[in-house]
């Protein structure tokens, strides 16, 4: 039982360690709909091989998100304070990027 625990953890570490990052950019679009959050981050284009997406367009959709209302926060405040943030990716979301995590300094 140690072991498949052990197993899962280390399988979560893998999977976490794969995800691209945008750098700090600025964000042009914000959009609010029904089903998540929509972003356009200034001068970003996805170069990654590993996450191949037909455009360079963020979404995070509001029903795969459990802390959801935490990130759509985060992704606010930084808009409307002018901030430069960082969006983790690992796939995406029809052929928009989902985003993963979020960070602004």
Not at 30 to 39: E, I, V
Not at 42 to 49: A, E, G, R, V
Not at 68 to 87: G, P, Q
Request: glycine letters at 4%; hydrophobic letters at 40%.
């Amino acid at each position: 039982m140690k072991i498949l625990i052990f197993g899962f953890f280390l399988f979560g570490l893998s999977f976490n360690s794969n995800a691209e990052w945008t750098g700090l950019k600025e964000m042009s679009e914000l959009k609010a709909q029904t089903n998540g959050l929509y972003l356009v981050l200034k001068s970003f284009s996805n170069t990654s091989s590993e996450v191949d997406c037909n455009r360079d367009s963020f979404f995070m959709p509001m029903e795969e998100n459990s802390n959801y209302e935490t990130r759509a926060s985060m992704w606010l405040a930084a808009f409307m304070a002018n901030k430069k943030i960082e969006v983790s990716y690992y796939e995406c979301h029809g052929d928009l990027i989902k985003a993963a995590s979020i960070s602004f300094k």
